[in-house]
């Protein structure tokens, strides 16, 4: 089985995460920090605004169980993709929405994505589509946060 990559940020991860745990074909997740200019940043780091990350959902999935496109559905719908550096009551560049794609064709398919999207909204989507940089596991408390906490959501 091939197992296809894809990150993205839209607000807090513990959010973003959940709702990708969800989907069928998606075989793990874990939350972390990309697009920074900081090697190995912690939580502290990236709360500080100085690293550049953001907070993403790494998702590995079975692309015969679950299309690019379908995980950028559910990118869409778990965030308003018009705020900029914010989600809900999560204000700060790492809040921010973003695609980090891995190959050219996840560009090209993501791009596609955001120009629908824009349809639906009055409002200017924000979100950023970039080459996927380094991705650096969060804290192993965050990972499945709202799971282990049982907490059915946060903030948005």
Known sequence: MRIGKAAF?????????????KVKGVANTTVGYMGGNVKNPSYKDVCSHKTGHAEVCLVEYDPEKVSYNELLEVFWKTHNPTQLNRQGPDIGDQYRSVIFYY??????????????????????IVTQVIPAKTFNKAEEYHQRYLEKNKISGCGF
């Open 9 to 21: 940020g839209a607000g807090c991860f513990w959010h973003v995460e959940e709702s990708f745990r």
């Open 103 to 124: 190959d050219e064709k996840q560009n090209k398919i993501a791009l596609e994505s955001k120009e629908k999207e824009q349809k639906k909204y009055k409002d200017t």
